[in-house]
């Protein structure tokens, strides 16, 4: 929640769609958030996978026009485990210094 902007932010497990963690979410029911993101990470996963893309999804943007949606796979490329979901407020947010805020939080946790 240190990020600039940051409406909520969730660590969700991708087998399950369920929340391992969250911070924030007044704006924004992070639950519903995180089980509706995780069809989004599978079907971007198996796309990557059938178009044998080879390397790893970094982060999947979603932008609205008052808001950005970042979601960060913690995974390799098998396309398991967790993923970090990150909502911003876009007039209060810089998206690329969130971007990187975020790769830097994806590299210190351990999950």
Do not use: C, W
């Not at 409406?7 to 519903?32: H, K």
């Not at 990470?41 to 044998?52: H, I, P, Q, S």
């Not at 390397?55 to 396309?79: D, V």
């Amino acid at each position: 929640m240190e990020v600039d902007g940051a409406i909520g932010v969730a660590l969700v497990d991708y087998g399950s769609g369920m929340t391992l963690g969250v911070a924030g979410g007044r704006e924004i029911d992070l639950e519903v958030a995180a089980a509706g993101n995780t069809d989004v990470v599978r079907a971007k996963m198996r796309t990557a996978e059938r178009l044998g893309l080879g390397m790893p999804i970094e982060n999947i943007l979603i932008t609205l026009s008052g808001q950005y949606h970042i979601i960060r796979p913690l995974a390799s490329g098998s396309g398991s485990g967790p993923f970090l979901y990150l909502a911003l407020n876009r007039q209060q947010s810089n998206l690329a210094m969130a971007r990187r805020q975020l790769a830097t939080i994806a590299e210190r946790l351990v999950v």
